[in-house]
């Protein structure tokens, strides 16, 4: 038993850490070189707007936001996924849909999930407004599983 908890330890630290190499280099590559500062501060009302932070994003965001903003988006979720199905096991105490996400994206590769759901925004311009994780788990996840059961 020991082995098996120490096996999900090492696959998690693992996980964490391509995930934070990936983010490096995304960010590495995607910085610019700093521009000269001016003598003077700009005045406040030129200042440009911070980014609006996406409560819950849905295809309106998903079709503004770059191949590399989609592929971390996707890789978050896979992320959180395979810790906690690391942590919980393929049978959780408690109710969760991560064994079913799990069991339906294996094998699928992050470009693949992103295109499925760049495919479904393309082909349902009047679903604009549903969400990338609600895309995920009805074009994906509950067709390879079938429905949810209630505990």
Not at 56 to 64: A, D, N, Q, Y
Not at 66 to 84: H, K, Q, V
Not at 102 to 130: H, S
């Amino acid at each position: 038993m020991p082995t098996k908890r120490r096996f999900a330890t090492t696959l998690c630290s693992l996980g964490l850490v391509a995930g934070l190499t990936g983010w490096s280099t995304i960010q590495a590559a995607e910085s610019t070189p700093p521009a000269t500062k001016p003598a003077e501060s700009p005045p406040a009302q030129s200042a440009t707007p911070a980014k609006q932070e996406w409560r819950i994003p849905t295809g309106e965001h998903w079709s503004k936001a770059t191949d590399t903003e989609r592929r971390a988006y996707i890789l978050g979720i896979l992320n959180m996924a395979m810790i906690e199905y690391q942590l919980t096991g393929p049978s959780p105490k408690h109710r969760t849909i991560v064994p079913k996400l799990v069991k339906a994206l294996d094998g699928m590769t992050v470009p693949q999930i992103v295109e499925t759901v760049d495919t479904y925004y393309k082909t349902n311009l009047d679903k604009q407004q549903r969400p990338i994780i609600e895309v995920i788990w009805f074009q994906m996840v509950a067709p390879k599983t079938g429905p949810a059961k209630a505990k």
